[in-house]
């Protein structure tokens, strides 16, 4: 086991009706308020009526940015920063998804640092410094409510970046399972499938640490048992509420220590496929991992059986794909390019996305010819 720090200054409000802490919690932070949100599910499932009945009374003033887009894009951090610095604002509230809080935090770097965001994503630019974030969580999937990380799109440079940083951990985050009720079957399914890609990297990361591997057995299982039953019953609180809590988990440092780091390789393949075609996170993972488990299962026959025994109590490593292949399937999940419309035409064009797109630091760093394969597998 490798020596770890454990830091994470994130305070979760978890459970049905913790908003009602919300208007207490932002009197501690300021009066000026830049509100972060997506294309306006929170409108419609009554969430951002939820949020201003918690500012109304502070003698706040609030400016909102609305249509951070899934997959979001570097544009709206940028436009969303000028809108906070112009107003001086004392925090950023972000009321949605992933997307919505994963721009909130570049945003919140980017305020102070006062040029554009991706100098910050780009790492030319270290962040010294962030306006609060309070994250309001209307989907479970990411984790993002309780890291450190953001991931936003540079379309014109073509490619999906990620930053780390201390400074990005939320102050506060909202988490009442009761929000997520509204999201469709097929984004929570793609949640389910993110959270369990999350723990897989970290199970395929680098470093040997038995504890965390429980962990990652544990939340797996509770994925794959709570997932089909929330499929047929959307607005169950206490299933919801269990899915909320093993994504928080998957991706809050817990299923990594002792391990120098996760994979990350599917991860950085999924970001491809959203950056080119806009395909959904959660999908292109999907997508991504039941091929991977096929192209690595030469190379690390051992890792991945291990990983099929944890769950399946069956050390057969090809059964183990194809059940965990099958899971997916029966989410409603597309695990092949067909299946969201990418044809074999557009191999080329991923390829060099891939390789454009190529990260270091993998547990297992992948080839142009491992990705040629893939593609195959994918198709
Ligand atoms: O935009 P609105 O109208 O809010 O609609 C959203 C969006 O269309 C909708 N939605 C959210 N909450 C809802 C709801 N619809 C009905 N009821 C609700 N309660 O769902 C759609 C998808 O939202 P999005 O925020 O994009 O989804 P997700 O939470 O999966 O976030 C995906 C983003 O997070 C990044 C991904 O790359 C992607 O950009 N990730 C962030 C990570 C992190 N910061 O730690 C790690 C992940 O691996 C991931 O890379
Ligand atoms: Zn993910």
Redesign the pocket.
Known sequence: MQNFTIYNPVKVHFGSGVISDLGKVLKEYGRRILLV??????HR?G?YGKVMEQLSGLGCSVWEYRG?K???VVEDVDAAAELGRQHEVDLVLAV?????I?SAKVIALAIPYGGPAWDLMSRKVKPRSAVPVIAVL??A????EM?P???VQNNELGT?GSIMSPHIYPAHSFLDPG??T???AN?TA??VA?LMA?VLEAWFGKGESPLPDRFVLSILQEAMEVGPLLLKDLENYDLRARVMYASTMA?NGTCIHGRAHGDWGV?AIG?VL?LLYDV???ASLTIVYPAWLKLMKEQIPERIRELMFGLFRNEHIDDGIYRLEHFFKRMGCPVTLKEVNIGTDKHQEILQSMMHNKVSGLTYPLTETDYQELLKLMT
């Open positions: 949100y997506g294309g306006g599910s929170i499932n969430v951070i899934p997959n979001p949605g998804g992933g997307s919505v994963d209307t989907l999937a990411t984790g993002t890291n990380l953001a991931v999906k929000f997520t509204s999201v469709p984004y793609y949640g993110d999350h991706l991860h970001h959203s959904p996170h959660g």
